[in-house]
């Protein structure tokens, strides 16, 4: 069955770095669009970066984490990459990665930026 399982998430300090993954199994990984989300509790899941299939080539990120945010993906480990740098307390969230074309979920990771 389709599984995605997001891993790399933790506590950091302001200005800090993480790097999360997702890794995916039971679909043809490499065609597939994958989606970073993440969520606070009581407000919309805010969707954070964007990458398609088939090679990558189409990658888009949202005002918000723009220039902070990197996402990338290596088809040969089945996984999606999120490296985010200058966190701020802001990004404090748990991240979801998305396979958008069946609209399915990971279980998420949590993001505390904090000093």
């Known amino acids: 069955q389709v599984q995605l399982a997001e891993s790399g998430g933790g506590l950091v300090q302001p200005g800090g770095s993480l790097t999360l993954s997702c890794v995916g199994s039971?679909?043809?990984?490499?065609?597939?669009?994958i989606h970073w989300y993440r969520q606070v509790p009581g407000k919309v899941r805010q969707l954070v970066a964007s990458?398609?299939?088939?090679?990558?080539?189409?990658?888009d990120y949202p005002e918000s984490v723009r220039g902070r945010f990197t996402i990338s993906r290596d088809d040969a480990k089945r996984t999606v990459y999120l490296q985010m740098n200058n966190l701020k307390p802001e990004d404090t969230a748990v991240y979801y990665c998305?396979?958008?074309?069946?609209?399915?979920w990971g279980q998420g990771t949590q993001v505390t930026v904090s000093s």
């Open positions: 998305n396979i958008p074309r069946i609209d399915f």
């Open positions: 990458i398609s299939g088939r090679g990558g080539s189409m990658i």
């Open positions: 039971g679909f043809t990984f490499s065609a597939a669009a």
